[in-house]
């Protein structure tokens, strides 16, 4: 996924494009507007953490909660993997 195409939702296109240009810089997004290895290594560390500092939110669901909360975001999450394809 390009970089632009990541921060389409969130930020005004100028300054998706100045964070991009900023990427970059560091060398985490190739001249194409794609993610380096150094970048995908970088996404990958975030989303790990990401997920540790959520695990105890969810910990304290029963299971039933946790499957009620499964089911409830299952579509936006087909909607978002249809978007990226």
């Given at each position: ?11 005004p ?9 900023g ?32 695990a ?13 909360l499964?089911a ?14």
């Amino acid at each position: 996924m390009r970089a632009e195409e990541f921060g389409r939702l969130h930020l005004p296109k100028a300054q998706l494009a100045a964070v991009v240009d900023g990427l970059r810089g560091r060398g985490l997004v190739d001249a194409a507007g794609g993610f380096t290895d150094a970048g995908r290594e970088t996404r990958e560390r975030i989303e790990d953490l990401t997920d540790e500092l959520a695990a105890p939110a969810y910990d304290v669901l029963r299971a039933d909660e946790l499957d009620e909360l499964v089911a409830g975001v299952e579509p936006i999450a087909t909607a978002l993997s249809a978007v990226d394809d």
